[in-house]
């Protein structure tokens, strides 16, 4: 599956869970599939660089979201 197809898929997953697609939320979605990171701060800084108003704690609560929806492991940000 491409990443384009992973992004959709979850996308999908978090609409029919009554979520919002936020920008910030895809592009912290694009920031994970598209790289690997061991930790919500290193996401942090990753994403920083694309959206400089973006907060820590939006890295934390997307990623805890994620992990609820067994869409990524938090301890690693990866995908399943």
Same mark, same amino acid.
Request: proline residues 0%.
């Given at each position: 599956m491409s990443q384009e197809e992973r992004l959709q898929e979850i996308m999908k997953r978090l609409k029919e869970n009554g979520y919002r697609i936020t920008s910030q939320r895809k592009m912290l979605l694009e920031v994970i599939l598209g790289n690997e990171h061991s930790s919500c701060k290193e996401i942090y800084f990753a994403a920083k660089q694309i +959206?400089?108003?973006?907060?820590?704690?939006?890295?934390?609560?997307? =990623?805890?979201?994620?992990? +609820?929806?067994?869409? =990524?492991?938090?301890?690693?940000a990866v995908q399943l």
């Open positions: +959206d400089k108003k973006l907060g820590i704690a939006t890295v934390y609560r997307t =990623v805890q979201l994620l992990e +609820d929806l067994e869409l =990524v492991k938090k301890e690693m």
